[in-house]
T-cell receptor, first 112, second 113 residues
Framework: QKEVEQNSGPLSVPEGAIASLNCTYS??????FFWYRQYSGKSPELIMF????GDKEDGRFTAQLNKASQYVSLLIRDSQPSDSATYLC????????????FGQGTTLQVKP | DVKVTQSSRYLVKRTGEKVFLECVQD?????MFWYRQDPGLGLRLIYF???????EKGDIPEGYSVSREKKERFSLILESASTNQTSMYLC????????????FGPGTRLTVL
């Protein structure tokens, strides 16, 4: 079993729809969870983090965390073509080294 | 704003050359990381450092070494470059706080001929 699993996609949604990106992780000691967006040829940039069970909203983005199920998700409302990118899920390991365990990423395509 | 810089955006080297990739961060972060990213393989951790002169192997350390003589600078060294080390190399830094993320540099695309 991979430490972090994401559906590689591509996930294709029409402009204005809700995109739902999912991630499961194996380290029960993980306490913080990060979502990065990566455009082709660019480095990853942080868009959301969450460390408490439940939902966290920031603009069009909502992160959801369920530690009991070891599941974290990212919802993008009113998807725009500019949201087309690869989204990386990254739980932070239980040590204090700051090490993140990256999933392979889900490619999102938003079609006009 | 956190700034992580890398010495080169693009680099072309020949097989057998010694290659230095440098990374500098300006946020006084304790932790620094080197990754490589290849299509279909995602981000793979090569080495990381949690303090000056301290280092730990990541998932794919073979063929690489690192140096951290100052807190703000973390260097990745390819002792004898090979064609299978052609890749995008990404540096990142973070603090030790549990909610702090990693901040990435712009990346160096290395081609080994």
């Amino acid at each position: 079993q991979k430490e972090v699993e994401q559906n590689s996609g591509p996930l294709s949604v029409p402009e204005g729809a809700i995109a739902s990106l999912n991630c499961t992780y194996s380290d029960r000691g993980s306490q913080s969870f990060f979502w990065y967006r990566q455009y082709s040829g660019k480095s990853p940039e942080l868009i959301m983090f969450i460390y408490s069970n439940g939902d966290k909203e920031d603009g069009r983005f909502t992160a959801q965390l369920n530690k009991a199920s070891q599941y974290v998700s990212l919802l993008i409302r009113d998807s725009q073509p500019s949201d087309s990118a690869t989204y990386l899920c990254a739980p932070r390991g239980s040590s204090n080294t700051g090490k993140l365990i990256f999933g392979q990423g889900t490619t999102l395509q938003v079609k006009p | 704003d956190v700034k992580v810089t890398q010495s080169s955006r693009y680099l072309v080297k020949r097989t057998g050359e010694k290659v230095f990739l440098e990374c500098v961060q300006d946020m006084d972060h304790e932790n620094m990381f080197w990754y490589r990213q290849d299509p279909g393989l995602g981000l793979r951790l090569i080495y990381f450092s949690y303090d000056v002169k301290m280092k730990e192997k990541g998932d794919i350390p073979e063929g690489y070494s690192v140096s951290r003589e100052k807190k703000e600078r973390f260097s990745l060294i390819l002792e004898s470059a090979s064609t299978n080390q052609t890749s995008m190399y990404l540096c990142a830094s973070s603090s030790t706080h549990r909610t702090d993320t990693q901040y990435f540099g712009p990346g160096t695309r290395l081609t080994v001929l």
